[in-house]
């Protein structure tokens, strides 16, 4: 079923005049992984991805013959929760694994050139591989002030970023930052900090939002993206469906609670204890479109519902200016003022009911003294 | 629709009977049934924004999110199709059967009508006018709130149901551009909609006052109608 590469694995296939780095496998190998272990990675590759086992020869296959696609990394405006997310992914295998699987040619945080050796690899990245390359952004570029909130090698971010995406084949978008904003553009955004989709346009996007997001799910989208040399299905928004396409109250273990109206009503009550439904504690679950409640963190430990809290909706767009984390009705800013759907809604009704207990009050008064005053001389009987 | 108008329909019934038939049948059942589906759309969906109590005992024993939840799609269903017949019937109706959907907003006599009707409700207006149909104030309002809301109310309703049935869904399909329209993220859309209910029971409020104050006050008939179809001319 599996066919074994030739000795020495696949050389330098020179499709086009391109030149190609190694392929997965050599490099896999190369670092001491046994096929056994390669094999497996597969298999779970293709479990994580959603496809079937048919699927899992063709990933050994591709990651045999097909040369690694480089990946270029940029950081914008972050907290590089993403990389740290990222680098602890355990299932496609450890991070080296996956640090190899990429052709990570240029990743300011994790490389080990510096300055202008550094910069130098980006600029030859970007001429050998014109138009091959994946650029994965982490972070999102401040236009304010033309860009001085974000300075890197004495040049405003926008501008690099800008640059290497000019000549790529398809951008990721890691992270809330690089998708939404995430909070630094929260209001007021002081620097006006921009989601890399309204900066570049003539690029296929990949979103994979999350503050950070999980980091199985961000290789397994890279590995995605390299096995079947293609964009993954995307939804509307531009989220890998196979991620993103359902909410996580869709496949939260503690939905039963939700059905069956068991709730924990304070933080320290007996139903927080007994692990009721976190609806009312302001619970992002049933807004948020994001794969914790299935795939989990840190290796499948765990996750913050899991954890006795509700979901803040970390992946959702301006998650930050959505109102309270920890209320189920929020507030809707539109109306100048903090007040919910509750406030806004429920003074409007109780001042129309006024208004028209107290228009009713005066049509009994006017239509009172009609009748005493203008009826009765009037009317015949 | 305008007072003119339905003097001359009035006053051509009334050589016989001072009474027009104006709801027809399929139309009064439509406006109750409606109705009900309102009260319980506005209750159970204010219950699942802020649930009841907890639920004590097991989690299998229970369901009342579940029922809560159900009332409301199911209600939301009736409401939807109940709307959908009803544009129909604005077609093979009477003429009044259009009214809620179309404005003669290029009709300056039928605005000045709407501000009389105002001064009526302002008190500076001794005696209304008469109509067979909705009187024009009522008709622009029953656009605005009833119409338009109605629009409003399944649009997003439907985009949060797409959300619990899943992508792909019929009303993922055909309500998802909801969600991107408002920013993306559905919380938005829940809010929005909840006062949707707001605005919708406001509406109730000043509907049912208006229907009972006319009903009293003014030249004809307005509740009985929609049980009968008949409207009463007092005068």
New interface residues.
Partial sequence: MFRRAPAGGVKKTNEGDTPMTDTFYEVLRRQGITRRSFLKFCSLTATSLGLGSAFAPKIAHALETKPRTPVIWLHGLECTCCSESFIRSAHPLTKDVVLSMLSLDYDDTLMAAAGHQAEAILEEVKRKYKGNYILAVEGNPPLNEDGMFCIQSGRPFIEKLKETAADCKAIISWGSCAS?GCVQAAKPNPTRATPVHKVIFDKPIIKVPGCPPIAEVMTAVVTYMLTFDKLPEL???GRP?MFY???IH?KCYRR??????????EWDDD?ARMG?CL??MGC?G??TYNACSTVRWNDGVSFPIQSGHGCI?CS????WD??SFYD???D?KQFGVEA???K???T??AV??AS?AA??A??AL??ARQKTGIDTPKGED | MLAEQDQFEAERSARMVKAVYVYEAPLRLWHWVNALAITVLAITGYFIGLPLPSVPGEASNSFLMGYIRFAHFAAAYIFAIGFIGRIYWAFVGNHHARQIFILPVWNMKWWSEVFYELRWYLFLVKEPKKYVGHNPLAQLMMFLFFTVGAVYMICTGFALYGEGLGEGSWASQMFGWVMTAVGGNSMQVHSWHRLGMWVTVSFAVVHIYAAIREDIMSRQSLISTMISGWRMFKD
Avoid: M
């Fill in positions: 939404w939804d509307r928004q469906k396409g359902q909410r869709d039963p609670h939700f059905d069956a109206g068991q709730f924990v009503e139903q009721y609806y009312k992002k049933p807004t909706g959702e767009d301006g998650f959505k109102g189920r009705v929020t809707i919910n759907a509750d806004v809604g429920g409007a009704a129309v009911g028209v228009h009713a005066v049509t006017a239509r």
